[in-house]
């Protein structure tokens, strides 16, 4: 099985290097930088700058769906009829948007594994436990996505009319079969907006993954800054890259948009 596993893993790693847009074939980076710091291979940091930005964008695309559903159960939550899951709701969106983010990143991390080993410790395991900080990072920006998300999607929830509710119901559709069918297209209509900019505040937090050892763009450019004394070179380029994953966003959930609102106009 672990045969199997590492067999995927180099396949894996086959594929991204090929694609690679900045050491792959035809990477900006070989081309363009080949007699530079930015240099591929042993000559320069073009290897781990790419890396760091895979990681970058990995961690973003895999934070967003864990707090993109986080996010619509606690919505749903804060409108139960029930007042302890409306409470528990709230008070989770409190905490998690009055803390810091570097702090509930620290939280999670070092207390997940102080957790873990002391529940490894009451089943007689004595070894030492350590959190996959790539997990950790994920867990931490999803929970302080979550909660910004809850509040985006309750507002979204609010300004869908009461009559929608009520003409699923005159259909005879169940109530499941009211909120896929009914509700969801409208409200990720309207919550988009505010969806589009959390997850440009959210591409900006990966940056904080660095202080745990996370090999992000922030903490490669900062390695190669600190060894070549090139500090204004190096995180200029992690600018640049920050605002690459931004204009791509950008352009994405643009389109997006158009083409909800082109179904709208087609109803």
């Known amino acids: 099985m672990s045969g199997l596993f590492a067999a995927i893993s180099s396949a894996i790693g086959w594929v991204l290097s090929i694609i690679d847009p900045f050491c792959g074939p035809l990477g900006l980076f070989r081309w363009l930088a080949g007699d530079t710091l930015l240099a591929c291979g042993d000559t320069g940091w073009g290897d781990e700058i790419a890396q760091g930005f895979l990681v970058t964008a990995s961690l973003a695309i895999a934070t967003l769906p864990v707090g993109l559903a986080m996010g619509f159960f606690i919505a749903l939550a804060k409108r139960s009829t029930e007042p302890q899951l409306r409470l528990a709701a709230n008070i989770y969106t409190t905490i998690f948007r009055g803390l810091p983010e570097l702090l509930t990143l620290f939280i999670v991390y070092y207390g997940l594994q102080i957790l873990v080993q002391q529940a490894l410790a009451a089943l007689g395991y004595e070894g030492a ?33 009461r009559g929608q509710y009520e003409a699923g119901e005159a259909l005879g559709l169940r109530r499941g079969q009211t909120m896929r069918k009914i509700i969801l297209p409208q409200l990720v209509r309207i919550a988009l907006p505010g969806l589009g900019n959390l997850w440009m505040a959210l591409l900006k937090d990966t940056a904080l993954v660095s202080v745990i050892g996370l090999s992000d763009i922030l903490r490669q450019t900062g390695i190669a800054a600190r060894v070549t004394k090139q500090a204004f070179e190096f995180f200029g380029i992690a600018c640049l890259l920050f605002l690459v994953l931004a204009f791509l966003s950008s352009v994405i959930f643009a389109a997006i948009e158009r083409r909800f609102n082109r179904s709208e106009v087609r109803r």
């Open 129 to 161: 436990v350590e959190i996959n900080t790539f997990f950790a990072g994920m867990i931490a920006l999803g929970v302080v996505f979550s909660a910004y998300c809850s509040e985006v999607l309750q507002s979204a929830f609010q300004a869908i009319p």
